[in-house]
């Protein structure tokens, strides 16, 4: 991409505000906080339901961007740019994106479904990859936003599209077709992924099958209802397990770990050997087999092809290092869009000044090596990085463009130096084509800890946030709670993204975890919920908030603050409405005045209380109540002391349940981590985090033998047993033990047998399909941890925070 102003303005049929500014553009961005931003990048500045990218424009001409797509010229800035001014941003980015595609004449491969798309996308790549330069979706990039960013990537040394098109609702796929403009057509597994935004299965399937509207041939696996809604005028080319009046009839045999698939296409019958045996990972690869028939290859290469494939890593993980390292996970791909997406992530999450990037050769570009590598160094310079270390006789020959390089020819010349590498206080980015084996080195850089691991979906949390931020009016700030080591699931990786989400206040409950966080870089204003008088010097070096909420307290801290000579240190005055727990009640109130009034030390930086009943419809009257009490005793203080701090009652289920009491902040806790005590709003909130161990060993046992202490498990029959690594000192309830709860493997329930004991538990997996070494989920998707406290009759808060830090928490977006 190369295109004047000039350019922009044909392409958007518009005309710029500025004259002066006539730079070209070579890369598009809608992201203000990329470090990748510079005076040749296109910005759009989208606008969502909380959030306007029109408010960092001032920040990024600081940084040299010079061209802005805008529904609005922000003030006192017309002259500082070249301002597109269109109606809707997005549909702006969507029509320029068009505009792109349209350039280039090669084969577009589209891909939709509710499952099993990015899957068939990168096994696509890896099977064609031989034959063609392709370029794909990164990673799982198929909505709205993600497709025209993909099909902007697009240059002239590509010959082979790979775009995968995601939706939700209705009338979204018409938008997306005209971006992708796919010439083959592949329709993935129908499932209840997105049912909500439809009337019914039928409604879906159409809406699905837009984005085939103008191409030649479309894939799919047989099925009457999708048959009704296939346009005449296009060709389909279907496959069946069962109707044999498929294009191409497949008969499957499982074998230990691999699946034999006979084909039966036209005059031949083959046999196609792939190394899995679950149902979706088969129907995912026939998608591609059926690929390569219409490609025309011959039987022998699909054979020798489809053998090798591999497990797709869709997730960017972040894992504790050696030698108080963070390391994150991109060990399976290596293309320069994915690098650039894996190096804004790592400086979303980084806590570390030093920064190491570990990268292998870099494939499908679409550019000669000398233009790739010379864009790699450009990226990798803008981003900070102080160390890179090149793996791969490519990158080895252009090692003179990086700074402070090492290269080497593959992954075994790199283990040979690694004891000299002195890997200590850094984040490492660990970015690899698959062949080189990247994992190894995952493996000797990761902390060692026992196989149980909590995964902490950073996306999840994402949009966690953006829907509780939604429920708010534009002017009502967010605190978001993350104490209890961020209610179980990692303080200062949430906080860090946080952070980036640009929340107004974080919270803790005391002193200690804001310290971490703020030793770990969160410049984010902390408050201290519950400080006890012994931390209030911490707090004060620090500069974490305190709340306050007796005058006993309020002393002790303006004793410190006339002590330091303290001038407006911010606190945050706790009333009490009603909870009786803390804060201020309201014949205190006259005494909490004249204490604070002319006072120079400290000034009240909010005023709050805390909702006792808010999730309880049975109490709303006494809700009420407190929200009344609340106005009415915040109010006196405003008043009396001559100020406007800002005022919050609400927590997660008050968000929800009363809206009108948001006053200028609320405070989201457990709502972030994906759970809500209200059914309805639950179907909208994405899991966080999922426990999962592995089997230890399976055996089985006779009728009449026992499990466990106590022989609270006795046989009645030959039942197959596995022993999971995991018990209660890693948080599990033995409560949970005997037959109550259960774990998944195989995606089958596997009960709990016997007694939960400190470090395993025993379940029974007779009749699943397992094996020693296989995954097992504790909690997640199911059990829920809401699932899990109902049957304990506790709350889903006990059983986050019971996860012990003996458990390796894993951080990771889609």
């Known amino acids: 991409m190369n295109l004047s102003t000039h350019n922009i303005e044909k392409i958007l049929q518009i005309q710029s505000t500025e004259e002066g500014f006539n730079g070209t553009i070579d890369n598009v961005s809608i992201d203000s906080r990329s470090l990748q931003n510079n005076e040749k990048t296109l910005f759009f500045a989208l606008v969502g339901p909380n959030n306007d990218a029109h408010i960092y424009i001032s920040s990024l001409i600081d940084k040299g961007v010079q061209n802005f797509v805008v529904t609005y010229i922000p003030d006192g800035l017309s002259n500082k740019a070249a301002f597109f001014v269109v109606e809707n941003t997005l549909d702006s980015l969507q029509q320029f994106a068009a505009y792109h595609r349209n350039l280039f004449k090669f084969p577009v491969i589209g891909l939709t479904g509710s499952n099993g798309k990015t899957i068939v996308k990168e096994w696509l790549n890896f099977l064609l990859s031989p034959d063609f330069n392709i370029i794909r979706s990164p990673k799982s990039y198929n909505s709205q936003v993600g497709v025209p960013l993909s099909v902007i990537a697009t240059n002239e040394m590509h010959n082979l599209g790979i775009f995968e098109a995601g939706i939700s609702k209705m009338n979204e796929m018409e938008k997306l077709e005209t971006i992708i403009r796919p010439t083959i057509g592949i329709l993935t597994n129908i499932g209840s992924a997105h049912d909500e935004g439809f009337d019914n299965l039928e409604q879906k399937i159409k809406e699905k099958l837009k984005l085939f509207k103008h191409s030649k041939l479309l894939i799919y696996q047989k099925n009457k209802i999708v048959d009704l809604f296939i346009a005449p005028k296009l060709k389909s080319f279907s496959w069946s397990f069962s109707d044999e009046s498929a294009d191409v009839f497949v008969v499957k045999k499982v074998i230990e770990d691999k699946t034999i698939l006979q084909i039966r ?80 992530f790592l400086e979303s999450q980084t806590q570390f000044k030093n920064k190491t990037i570990i990268l292998s050769d870099i494939f499908q570009s679409g550019l000669p090596n000398e233009a790739l590598y010379s864009k790699v160094s450009q990226l990798i310079t803008s981003h900070k990085i102080d160390k890179v270390i090149g793996i791969g006789e490519t990158i080895s020959a252009f090692k003179n463009k990086f700074d402070n390089c090492v290269v080497f020819k593959n992954t075994a010349d790199f283990f040979e130096c690694f004891n000299t590498l002195n890997f200590n206080n850094e984040a490492i980015l660990i970015k690899g084509a698959r062949h080189f084996q990247f994992e190894e080195i995952v493996a000797a850089l990761e902390e060692k800890k026992h196989e149980t691991a909590l995964e902490i979906n950073l996306n999840a949390i994402s949009h966690n946030l953006s829907f509780y931020k939604s429920k708010l009016k534009p002017t009502t700030k967010m605190m978001v709670m993350v104490k209890a080591f961020g209610y179980g699931s990692g303080g200062f990786e949430i906080a860090k993204l946080l952070e980036h989400h640009k929340v107004d206040y974080l919270g803790v409950a005391f002193a200690d975890e804001g310290i971490s966080l703020k030793n770990a870089g969160i410049t984010l204003p902390i408050m201290v919920l519950n400080p006890e008088t012994t931390s209030f010097s911490a707090i004060i070096q620090y500069k974490l908030e305190p709340e306050i909420y007796s005058l006993k307290g309020l002393n002790a801290f303006l004793k410190i603050a006339e002590q330091r000579n303290l001038k407006q240190f911010p606190i945050h005055i706790k009333l009490d409405t009603g909870m009786h727990r803390l804060g201020f009640e309201e014949e205190n109130i006259d005494e909490l005045i004249s204490v604070l009034k002319d006072n120079s030390f400290v000034s009240v930086k909010s005023i709050l209380s805390h909702m006792a009943t808010s999730d309880a419809f049975e109490f709303r009257e006494f809700a009420h109540s407190q929200i009344d009490l609340f106005e009415k005793l915040s109010a006196k203080l405003m008043i009396a002391l001559q100020i ?171």
């Open 265 to 344: 296409y036209e005059r031949d019958n083959f046999d196609v050997q792939i190394p899995f045996q679950d149902e979706a990972s088969i129907e995912n690869a026939i998608s591609c087999l059926m690929v390569f028939l219409s490609f025309n290859y011959d039987p022998e290469t699909i054979q020798n092809r489809m053998k090798w494939l591999y497990p797709v890593e869709m997730r960017l993980k972040v894992k504790n290092g050696i030698n108080n390292c963070t390391v994150i996970d991109d060990s399976y791909s290596s293309d320069f869009q994915s690098l650039k997406i894996a190096l804004d």
């Open 644 to 814: 406007s701090p800002i005022r919050h009652i609400l927590n997660t289920s008050g968000i929800t349940n009363f809206p009108q009491a948001q006053y200028d902040m609320v405070r989201l806790g457990i709502g972030l981590y994906g759970v809500s005590n209200d059914a309805e709003e639950q179907k909208y909130l994405e899991n966080v985090g999922t426990l999962k161990s592995i089997i230890s060993q399976i055996r089985t046992i006779q009728a009449g033998e026992s499990v466990g202490y106590g022989r609270r498990f006795v046989a009645n029959k030959p039942t197959k047993i596995a022993t999971i690594p995991i018990g209660y000192a890693d948080g599990i309830s033995r409560h949970w033990g005997n037959g109550v709860g259960f774990v998944t493997i195989s995606s089958q329930k596997a009960t709990i047998v016997g007694s939960i004991c400190m470090d395993m538990l025993m379940v029974d997996v007779t009749g699943i399909g397992c094996k020693e070494g296989d995954s097992v989920v504790v909690f997640g998707l199911n059990p829920s941890v809401s699932m899990i406290a109902e049957q304990l009759q506790t709350i889903p808060y006990e059983i986050l925070t019971s996860i012990s830090q003996r458990v390796k928490r894993i951080f990771y977006r889609e």
